[in-house]
């Protein structure tokens, strides 16, 4: 855990070891998030798209709820007969 002082006009400085570590560089972007009790400094992604890819990323949902809804016609229409 590291400190910073806040200067009179109400600038901080983020450590070396944390710019490193999260890839901050001059001209970067930063969030700071008020969570009520405390502040969170969070860095904006260079290109917040290629941040997003592979976020949805997973087992296709579609082809599982067509899979279901076919085992459900199935089982109502040997109901019917």
Known sequence: MKTATV???GWIVIP??????YKIEPGD???IVDYGG???IVPLPKNPLAALRGFLAGPSLT????AERKQEKS???NRLE
């Open 7 to 9: 200067s009179q006009k």
């Open 16 to 21: 070396k070891t944390y710019r490193q570590k």
């Open 29 to 31: 972007q930063i969030q």
């Open 38 to 40: 405390g502040l969170s």
């Open 63 to 66: 082809a599982d709820l067509l």
């Open 75 to 77: 089982a109502e229409e």
